[in-house]
């Protein structure tokens, strides 16, 4: 697989996700949905998952470069819907939050007792995996919408340079996060290359 990160530095923009192509059916992304809202929800220090743009870095990924790992993804988000189901007679989706964030930490802690998840052991690491990519990598790979994730943190993002201040150890660098995608833009036209 060849991926052409030239072409997808230098693109201001955001390609929007090619729902017809789209790995998870609508089922499945609501339980997603609900999953990663439960694994990291706004509250009062900041935005969660969902509108950070984590889904929409999974929905893009599932469909590229972790084509490989949706069926992994499908298995397990039926499985949980299963348990729901079972559980408290609606989807997983459909749960009120104290009843999805019980489930949430029992699927962590490996608890979900004849959940069908154990043919995709590991997949609450994975997501969490992914939860934190969709969070935090750089928007041209679609999640970490406006630069959400960063400025929740203090991420100053891609950034030419550094003064020497801003280099001191403990030093506090408050700038406007950069995607990678800007660059370009800022760099002066002769780099000596």
């Avoid at 030239?6 to 790995?23: E, G, L, N, Y």
Wanted: hydrophobic residues 40%.
């Amino acid at each position: 697989m060849t991926h052409d990160f030239d072409s997808a530095a230098r693109s201001p923009r955001q390609d929007p996700i090619d729902t017809s192509a789209a790995t998870l059916t609508a089922t499945e992304a609501a339980t997603l949905s609900a999953l990663l809202d439960g694994m990291f929800p706004a509250d009062e220090h900041g935005p969660g998952a969902l509108e950070i743009g984590v889904l929409d870095y999974l929905q893009r990924a599932l469909t590229g470069p972790y084509n490989d790992l949706a069926p992994i993804y499908r298995r397990a988000l039926a499985a949980l819907d299963d348990v729901a189901r079972r559980e408290h007679g609606r989807s997983f989706s459909q749960l009120t939050n104290q009843q999805r964030d019980a489930m949430i930490a029992r699927f962590e802690c490996g608890q979900l007792e004849k959940s069908g998840l154990e043919d995709v052991a590991g997949f609450f690491d994975l997501v969490w995996r992914h939860l934190r990519e969709g969070l935090f990598a750089d928007p041209v790979h679609g999640g970490n919408h406006q630069m959400l994730g960063w400025r929740l943190i203090g991420f100053p993002g891609a950034q030419v340079g550094y003064t020497a201040e801003e280099q001191q150890v403990g030093a506090r660098i408050v700038r406007e996060p950069r995607s990678v995608s800007e660059l370009e833009t800022t760099l002066p036209p002769d780099r000596g290359t």
